[in-house]
């Protein structure tokens, strides 16, 4: 029992080792774009020795990240989450390959975390118009009579016909919380066909490593600290992973000295309260999207309960307190700032 | 010693410490990087002495960057939502303020002295 113990604790840690053995041309160097899309600012940074190449496969990222955008979008009218919206309640959409497999993904996260993840709280979401920046605290009634449209159990794949439906007349799906993560991962499989080595795809914060840097070392990524803006709460060197981080200082409005932000609970259709910011590392950044709200919905408790279940996840909650917890995998690899 | 000596001492003296504060300040200087639509619009010095306010244009209007006592934040901004402007001060290398509807972008870059303040990006 404490050999198989300590094994886990060894491949816990050497999960997190940050391992750089590719090796590189002298001429090797770090290209670097940036673009807006996604409503956010996506920056693209791979190593490469030739940079007319690294140019090309950065483009190539970005069209797809533009794609899924396109096909995710609830704003743009021709996407397919509007098309599912709008039809819910009647009829099942076509999608592509890579929206179905999102669409999967996200349910398998709402499943995962009892529907502390749920891409159906959207419309409630709405009611607070944190989009327009401004925010309202919504009527109580209003949000009441929304909630029964929140349900993950509402959207029905069909693989074999590769269909999307909201079984439920007014329920609509919102993959604001899942599409830049999953653009992010399908922007790193991008970058990884074109051949090249190493690099970051960053979507405001969501970030994904693959390979290390020139001189094999690993990248460096800070946390954001939850309460003062122009500050890392940690950093840790991390390659071949996703690390996301969710918190309540993105989207928010104070009403009454209460801070009412984006992350709502899906059961009751307000902020969830437990947790100033949750970081997930994790194999996917679709995974750490999901995975990061969820938790935070969960609150610090049950939280780091289920990430410490889950094989190849670690975290760290920011506790409505400012108390940090870190998941047993993760704690010799960050550095405090 | 005569006094030529004392004088050519006294002076190296002064050279070296003033090479020791110029290269220390070199090491801490970090740049504030504003861009608009991908464009580099204007590059400031963080740690200026004087207060700064930089306005530029993005397609919705005038973007107004304050710059004070190594800090700098997005004071004004035309866009609808204020995200930009609510996301407050940064003065961190690496650290970003995005306005997207406005496509204006500041940068904190520099201060490569010590490796152990780089980032190679924040999750935020």
Not at chain 1, 23 to 45: D, H, K, N, W
Not at chain 1, 74 to 91: F, M, W, Y
Not at chain 1, 124 to 153: C, K
Not at chain 1, 221 to 233: A, C, E, F, L, T
Request: glycine share 10%.
């Amino acid at each position: 029992m404490r050999g198989a113990l300590a094994l886990a604790f060894a491949s816990a840690v050497l999960w997190l080792i940050p391992s750089c053995k590719l090796p590189f041309t002298q001429s090797a160097r770090v290209y670097q774009r940036e673009r807006f899309l996604m409503g956010t600012l996506v920056s693209i940074s791979v190593v490469s020795d030739q940079k007319d190449r690294a140019m090309t496969a950065m483009d190539q990222a970005f069209s797809v990240l533009q794609d899924i955008e396109n096909q995710a979008s609830k704003r743009i009218l021709t996407s397919l989450t509007s098309k599912i919206n709008r039809a819910a309640g009647q009829n099942g959409i076509p999608v592509s390959s890579p929206f179905l497999e999102m669409i999967a993904k996200s349910l398998e996260c709402s499943k995962m975390t009892h529907g502390a993840f749920d891409v159906t709280v959207g419309p409630v979401t709405e009611l607070y118009h944190f989009e327009d920046g401004q925010g309202v605290l919504p009527d109580p009634e209003a949000i009441r009579q929304l909630l029964p449209l929140v349900d993950y159990r509402n959207i029905r794949i069909d693989k074999e016909l590769r269909t999307v439906m909201l079984t439920m007349a007014g329920t609509g799906i919102d993959l604001g919380g899942v599409a830049k993560g999953f653009g992010v991962d399908q922007a790193v499989k991008s970058l990884q066909e074109s051949g090249l080595p190493a690099g970051i795809v960053n979507a405001g914060g969501d970030i994904r490593l693959f390979g290390c840097k020139p001189g094999q070392k690993p990248w460096v990524i800070g946390i954001q600290h939850p309460r003062q803006s122009d500050k890392v709460i940690a950093s840790l060197e991390i390659t071949d992973k996703s690390i996301v981080t969710s918190g309540d200082y993105e989207r928010f409005f104070i009403q009454d000295n209460v801070r009412y932000h984006h992350i709502l609970d899906p059961a009751t259709g307000l902020p969830a309260r437990g947790c100033q910011s949750v970081t997930i590392v994790s194999e996917t950044a679709l995974f750490g999207d999901a995975l990061s709200t969820g938790v935070f919905v969960l609150g610090p408790e049950k939280g780091i309960a289920l990430i410490e279940s889950l094989p190849g996840v670690e975290g760290l909650i920011i506790d409505q307190e400012g108390k940090p917890t870190v998941s047993s995998g993760l704690r010799s690899s960050l550095v405090w700032r | 010693m005569t006094l030529g000596d004392k004088v050519l001492i006294f002076l190296l003296i002064l050279i070296n410490l003033g090479s020791v504060f110029f290269l220390g300040r070199m090491g801490k200087s970090k740049q504030v990087i504003i861009q608009v639509d991908q464009k580099v619009v204007g590059i400031y010095d963080l740690h200026a002495p004087a207060a700064r306010r930089v306005v530029v244009q993005g397609p919705l209007g005038d973007s107004e960057v304050e710059i004070q006592g190594g800090k700098v934040r997005m004071l004004r901004s035309a866009c609808p939502g204020k995200t930009c402007q609510k996301a407050g001060w940064i003065s961190g290398q690496g650290q970003i303020i995005c306005c997207v509807p406005n496509k204006v972008l500041i940068r904190i870059s520099g201060d490569e002295s010590d490796p152990s303040l780089h980032l190679d990006g924040i999750a935020q």
